[in-house]
């Protein structure tokens, strides 16, 4: 079993950049695979990006690619996302999740075993 707690939300402007954190315990972190999800308010739970357990591949969300990165620190057990010039439709809660699967630059397939509870993002215009 692994646990995931999502840090780093927050009233944000836009235009500005947040990095979030998402720290795992329990079972392996290099073992798993990572994701990001979102969901705004209003909306469904978006996949946002997936990162390998290595950290060499990662996809993103074609809609989304270009203001957000996904990586991790296999050391210190923690999978971050970094969002670029946010907008007010980046308001959201961002919730991590890990899998068992595969990562590839084009596509993922994961088997999730884990999620967080999420952190809210709140972009103010």
């Known amino acids: 079993q692994v646990q995931l707690v999502e840090s780093g939300g927050g009233l944000v402007y836009a235009g500005d950049s947040l990095t979030l954190s998402c720290a795992a315990s329990?079972?392996?972190?290099?073992?798993?695979?990572m994701c990001w999800f979102r969901q705004g308010p209003g909306k469904e739970r978006l996949f946002v990006a997936a990162i390998s357990k290595s950290g060499d591949t990662t996809y993103y969300q074609p809609s989304l690619r270009g203001r957000f990165t996904i990586s991790r620190d296999n050391a210190k057990n923690t999978v971050y996302l970094t969002i670029d010039t946010l907008k007010s439709e980046d308001t959201a809660v961002y919730v991590c999740?890990?899998?068992?699967?595969?990562?590839?630059?084009?596509?993922?397939?994961?088997?999730?075993?884990?999620w967080g509870q999420g952190t809210q993002v709140t972009v103010s215009s």
């Open positions: 329990g079972r392996s972190f290099s073992d798993l695979a």
């Open positions: 999740s890990a899998g068992s699967g595969e990562v590839t630059p084009t596509t993922y397939s994961l088997d999730f075993v884990s």
